[in-house]
């Protein structure tokens, strides 16, 4: 632990968040972690996991955990929707000599994040703050100074640094004036878990993550651990369908089955945005904060990860060089500047860089 430091404040408890926090303890950087919410999200959201996620999870202890409650994916589909046609699917193997994980896994991040919270609060007891809504915050010269509404009144925190971890409509963000470029697609998708047997009383020779071709309307399975995801596109102005229109999409697609449950269903907007600077002195802007894009292809949760991947190891190096109660500050710095992930995230697979073991074996 880097002994007098104030801690680095992470506002925002979703896996980002999460795993930043895991980052910071892996580099002894003391941390303190703020979420509205009184609990983690139920909602449905991000349930697929890659291999450089996973290799995050490993390096900080949390893999084995994650991995036994997960789906592992050797083979990934792709299947001509019309008739039902099986076309070359990628086998994950191939990345043998790459990586340690040469899979996926699918797990949906209202199951992640629960094993995430459990080791911080294993290893820094008390880091973590749930009913903390961040309602401002203001930089000093050697640190940042945020405000919470908590049910018992405000309250003031004073941090090293500050980590905006709080999603798509970050407050940080908006309390920065940072702007946002790029758009945001008029075609929605629709997301739908369902409770159905694919495997023993309904089988279907489905890979457990598989993209569906069709010129009409495309599809996208997955098989969760405790349910089959289904996501279709939505048309811009197309109402969001009723249970049992949803129920009928479900059969349209995979065939009669004996029993089904719909569980969970969601709506939500295709971004490709990107916010003009990820830094403003002390304050740092992570994951849907600092970049919304598809969350196709597990392109949402995991691009964010690699935020956590690389800024922990990085204020780690600054502390280093410029002593625990200091770590200076040089101006702003945008995009692609040192304090962030611009120049090549490769350098954090150096051990001299890292302060540890590679990723590869």
Known sequence: MSNGMPPIIVVGAGPVGLTTALGLHFYRLPFALFEDDAELSLDTKAGT??????????????AEAVLAKALRVDEIGDVERATNTARPSVQTALLSDDTRYPFVINMPQHHLEPILRAAIDERRPGAFHLQHRLTSFRQLERGVVASFDTPDGAREVEGSYLLACDGGRSTVRSQLGVAVEGESSDVRCLLVDVKVDLDVANPRDYPYLAYFAD????MI?????HCWRFLYPLAAGVPEPTATEFRAKVIRSIGPVDQMEILNTIVYRIHHRVATQWRCD???????????ITPMWALGLNTGILDAISLPWRRRRRVRRDGAGGAQVHGRTGRNGEGH???????????????????RR
């Open 49 to 62: 996991i890659l291999t450089r996620t996973l290799e995050a999870f490993r390096r900080y202890g949390v």
């Open 215 to 218: 010129p009409e309307e495309w």
């Open 221 to 225: 399975l997955v098989r969760q651990p």
């Open 282 to 292: 002390r304050v740092f802007l992570m994951g849907d904060a600092a970049h919304l």
């Open 341 to 359: 992930v611009g120049h090549g995230m490769g350098q954090c697979c150096d051990p001299n860089h890292a302060g540890g073991e590679t990723w």
